[in-house]
């Protein structure tokens, strides 16, 4: 399936919203040096929102093309909070996809994410198990996610990708990527798409669960 995709970016997005320009550069973009591997088969999606500057966004997307990624963004305002908590994560997140819709799959980072190089643990680079995760989603069609590591996630031995219960704790973690459902939808149903709060990790698993799909994790 993955030898049909007409441009190699368009195998896997990473979905960042922002609006901290320090932490991008003092976190994510600090570290993406670990994320080379994957690079040339991913774009990163940015979602630039003020108080990122127009200079600033320059920058970090120079950045992340001088690791070899390609780059799809905009630059607007924040997005409105009514209160407290009721934060539009879902239209943040699908607003930043929509910047690559033809993705085969996506994943959720932040700015905060900082990448890892080998451990002793985890013998492999941050890029290298984005890699491992696609490949386990391109082989495996029932598959609607795969989470990416974290103690929180102990029923899949570590290094190894498997089969996870539906009542798994879904969360961003240490990485969540998962399968693009167009035609039906991108990263979340039409009618989730104005819902507020916290939980959009849930949705994802929720509606591909619902299409059939099963969740996976990586142990890492």
């Not at 441009?7 to 997005?13: E, V």
Request: proline residues 7%; neutral net charge; aromatic residues 12%.
């Amino acid at each position: 399936m993955i030898s049909k995709v007409d441009n190699p970016h368009n195998i896997l997005t990473l979905i960042m919203p922002t609006n901290e320009p320090n932490t991008f550069f003092t976190h994510m973009g600090a570290t993406l040096e670990y994320m080379e591997d994957v690079a040339p088969i991913a774009t990163i999606a940015c979602n630039f929102q003020t108080p990122w500057t127009a200079e600033q966004v320059d920058r970090a997307v120079s950045l992340m093309k001088m690791h070899g990624f390609a780059v799809k963004y905009q630059l607007r305002d924040k997005y409105f909070v009514e209160s407290r908590g009721k934060v539009p994560f879902n239209r943040i997140r699908h607003d930043t996809a929509m910047l690559n819709p033809k993705s085969m799959f996506y994943a959720l980072v932040d700015d905060d994410f900082r990448f890892r190089g080998p451990t002793d643990k985890v013998p492999k680079t941050a890029g290298q198990q984005y890699i491992d995760a696609v490949d386990y989603l391109s082989s495996h069609p029932k598959c609607g996610l795969v989470l990416m590591g974290g103690v929180m996630f102990k029923a899949v031995p570590r290094n190894h990708i498997g089969p996870v219960n539906i009542n798994t704790c879904f969360i961003t973690g240490h990485g969540f990527v998962f399968r693009n459902m167009y035609p039906d939808f991108y990263v979340y149903p039409d009618d989730a798409l104005d819902l507020v709060g916290a939980g959009e990790e849930k949705l994802v698993a929720a509606s591909r669960m619902g299409c059939g799909l099963y969740p996976a994790k990586f142990g890492c």
